[in-house]
């Protein structure tokens, strides 16, 4: 496996540790991957082929093989931006459950993250998707078009 399939490897189980892929936790992957080199630069036939590549590696050797397998590839750096990723996959459709917090704990044994920098990773997902009650006095006006 190469660095490249390892990085998405991990992002992509994280969205199906559960073996279920929801609406939420699938475009989100496919968020960060369109949005992150050298990824955003895939012609849509290779990244078709890479999501074809793990979906299939994750149907023969599952979730937890899958990370064993990518934490090998991964430089120290890229495994914490791995796990960052798959941190924030997992909290983009809503607070931790407590099996998803067991697998992200998991995740960062695997990935050799200490649990402190594991702790410091997850807060900033938690600040960022936080529940805001927002009020405005702007007052919404219908746009005329020229």
Not at 45 to 56: N, Q, Y
Not at 93 to 115: M, N, Q, W, Y
């Amino acid at each position: 496996m190469d660095s490249l399939t390892a990085f998405a490897a991990v992002g992509f189980a994280a969205v199906s540790w559960d073996s279920h892929f929801t609406k939420a936790g699938t475009r989100a992957f496919r968020h960060a991957l369109d949005y992150r080199e050298p990824f955003c630069r895939m012609a849509d036939g290779e990244m078709i082929a890479l999501l074809d590549e793990l979906l299939e590696l994750r149907r023969s050797v599952g979730a937890h093989q899958m990370m064993l397998e990518a934490a090998k590839c991964l430089t120290k750096a890229q495994c914490m931006t791995a796990y960052a990723m798959a941190s924030e996959l997992m909290r983009s459709d809503g607070p931790f459950e407590p099996e998803e917090r067991r697998f992200l704990d998991h995740l960062a044994v695997t990935l050799e993250i200490s649990k402190f920098e594991a702790q410091r990773i997850d807060t900033v997902f938690e600040i960022f998707h936080a529940s805001l009650t927002l009020s405005s006095t702007l007052e919404a006006t219908p746009s005329v078009l020229v």
